[in-house]
């Protein structure tokens, strides 16, 4: 039996006033126990829908969706019992109320008896490295150390899958280092872990498996170091003061997938290993001085990858 099983998913937002905005279509996944799986994909790619979904929060246009067996739709008690929410912000965390306060009261709403909540409770607080703040109000705490009380807060009722969305937003290089021996924790506790994430090297870090998300479907899922190669096989180089025949030899090189000219200024996008350098020589031949190289955005390189994969791209 998979943790998460997810056939032809579909999820319309009909807000009235735009058109219905399809925000799953037809998505399938799945997921194995133990499994440490991440979501990734640009910005409305649909990962927070799918999220929703699966922690019954919101409901499904059409297709199914299981945890650990039970269909979310129908056995909304049963999955409740079974999985452990973590959004990021400040939703869900009660300011006034201390970081002990806080996971005490999720503890009873999770009908835990007193003795094990409290138990719970400090082993948590440890566990993010909240324990010497813990009899402070939340509204006081950063963003990061909110992030950290949302973690415990997800982990509370015992979860045997956990979803986390965007688990490291606001935390410092530190915490996120933490939260990655966290998750290995997780996994050794035998726990399935779904997360979504915009940070690649965090995904090769804790990821078993990751799945390129766009357009509200599954366009890839792999390891995440043959994920994290297509997408670091993309670079740029940008220069200045390029003549024109330059820029015609140099859209015909090998590995140049993309040149643009925007106000004197030729970006040149590459995809393939070396054809950085054949830019570069083209360019340094030509008497070109004025060049810099760098990445392209994250989210640039999944549209490339997710063009090459033949996919639509917006
Ligand atoms: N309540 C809503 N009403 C209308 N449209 C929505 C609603 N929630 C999400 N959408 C739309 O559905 C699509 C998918 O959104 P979703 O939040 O699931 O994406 P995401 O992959 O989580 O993006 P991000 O990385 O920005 O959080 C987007 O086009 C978004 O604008």
């Not at 915009?198 to 390891?223: F, P, Q, W, Y």
């Not at 001085?289 to 990445?295: E, F, Q, V």
Request: hydrophobic share 40%.
């Amino acid at each position: 039996m998979n943790a998460v099983e997810v056939v032809e998913l579909r999820r319309v937002y009909e807000t009235g006033r735009t058109p219905p905005r399809v925000a799953l279509d037809g998505l399938s996944l799945a997921v194995g126990e133990g499994e440490v799986h991440g979501l990734l994909g640009p910005n409305g790619a649909g990962k927070t829908t799918l999220c929703k979904i699966l922690s019954t929060v919101l409901l499904p246009t059409s297709g199914s969706a299981h945890v650990l067996g039970h269909d979310v739709v129908v056995d909304t008690r049963a999955v409740r019992g079974l999985i452990g929410i973590v959004f990021g912000g400040e939703r869900g965390l009660y300011g006034r109320l201390t970081a002990r306060q806080n996971l005490r009261y999720w503890a009873a709403l999770y009908r835990q008896p007193s003795a094990v909540g409290r138990e719970r409770t400090e082993r948590l607080l440890a566990r993010v490295g909240l324990a010497d703040r813990a009899d402070e109000r939340v509204e006081r705490f950063s963003r990061g150390m909110k992030q950290r009380l949302h973690l415990a807060r997800g982990l509370i009722g015992d979860p045997r899958l956990v979803i986390l969305d965007e688990p490291t937003v606001g935390m410092d290089p530190v915490a996120a280092h933490d939260f990655r021996k966290l998750v290995d924790e997780l996994r050794a506790e035998g726990r399935t872990v779904l997360m979504t994430t915009h940070d690649m090297a965090e995904a090769e870090a804790v990821c078993d498996r990751v799945s390129l998300v766009d357009n509200g479907k599954i366009v890839a899922t792999e390891d995440p170091r043959t994920i994290g190669s297509w997408l670091g096989a993309y670079e740029r180089v940008v220069a200045k003061d390029v003549p024109e025949p330059v820029v015609v030899t140099i859209r015909e090189l090998p590995g140049v997938t993309a040149v643009t000219t925007v106000a004197g200024e030729v970006t040149v996008e590459t995809g393939a290993e070396g054809a950085t350098a054949g830019v570069l020589r083209a360019l340094v031949a030509a008497g070109v001085t004025a060049i810099s190289t760098g990445r392209p955005s994250l989210t640039e390189v999944y549209l490339h990858v997710i063009g090459d994969r033949g996919s639509r791209v917006r």
